[in-house]
């Protein structure tokens, strides 16, 4: 057994912590002529080979709409180590970002063993341990680069739930992170895409079975890599031998809630090309337009 999850840790290290081939790798070309770009940048939940991945689903709904999509997600991120590679995201030159980031700054943040964890992996740089306040300070200056170096539209969006047990700490830490994430988008003027509320409203409305413990949320992970990569088992499937409505292992997502996620974002990008000039213009109807529909008022 002890040598299946060294086989295992070693085979994730290299083929989960790969990005994906969407990853907006420098240097890119410059978006076609009347492309817009979005690019979604995150942790494992945007990855999406941990979970199911959302971002082939915003790519399939928003290509008709002339927008190419880009993965920038990365396991294991925190909202500091995704600033220390933000370089990648600002290169690509994009109209659109997406940033779902902050589940493994709560989780870094539990005891000196998850600490040392996300530091032997390299994905704490710091001395200054993982916080709400370092997360809220490194977040702030994600949406400032943007911001400062890119035309891009920005949208910050809340974390989902960490267990389905809403009254345990780790989603009480949630709540809080998820607070700051509202607070940031508020004080920056970007936009606030509220996941962790869609989810919470779901569950609280419909609960799973009885929510698998948090403190079981290493092995659940390494167990879901196993069945879905060795076994062939879905993420939903997965989910549900759990007693879940919406998590694999406490911490990633099925199908359903991708879909949520992916609806949320897609819909504000949405939004937001409508709102271009060029789309105001040519949703307005012309003079001759406007003439007919009033002569098709009149009695």
Not at 169 to 189: F, L, M, T
Request: one cysteine or more; charged letters at 20%; aromatic letters at 6%.
């Amino acid at each position: 057994m002890a040598a299946g999850g060294l086989l295992l840790n070693a085979w994730a290290e290299r083929r989960l912590l790969q990005p994906d081939a969407r990853y907006p790798q420098p240097p890119l070309p410059p978006a076609a002529p009347g492309v817009a770009r979005l690019v979604c940048a995150g942790d494992s939940l945007t990855h999406g080979n941990m979970s199911a991945p959302y971002v082939p689903n915003v790519a399939a709904r928003l290509a008709p709409h002339g927008v190419e999509v880009f993965n920038a997600g990365i396991n294991a991120d925190l909202a500091e180590t995704l600033l220390a590679r933000f370089d990648d995201v600002v290169a690509a030159r994009p109209d659109f970002v997406s940033l779902l980031i902050g589940t493994n700054d709560i989780n870094a943040a539990f005891g000196p063993a998850d600490l040392a964890r996300y530091r032997s992996r390299g994905k704490l740089r710091a001395s200054e341990p993982p916080s709400p306040a370092t997360f809220r300070r490194h977040l702030t200056a994600l949406v400032h680069r943007l911001r400062a170096q890119t035309p891009a539209q920005v949208a910050l969006i809340s974390l989902p739930p960490l267990g389905e047990n809403l009254g345990h700490d780790p989603n009480r830490r949630a709540d809080e992170y998820s607070a700051i994430i509202r607070e940031v988008a508020r004080a920056e003027g970007v936009a606030y895409l509220p996941l962790r509320e869609q989810l919470l409203a779901e569950l609280r409305a419909r609960p799973g079975q009885t929510p698998a413990d948090f403190g079981r949320t290493t092995l659940l992970i390494r167990l879901a890599m196993l069945r879905h990569y060795l076994l062939g088992h879905s993420w939903d499937r997965i989910a549900a031998s759990l007693g879940h409505r919406f998590l694999t292992d406490n911490l990633h997502l099925n199908g359903p809630a991708a879909a949520i996620l992916a609806d949320l974002v897609a819909a504000w990008v949405e939004r937001e090309l409508a709102l271009r000039p060029e789309a105001v213009a040519a949703a307005a109807p012309g003079p001759i337009a406007a003439d007919s529909a009033v002569a098709a008022r009149r009695p």
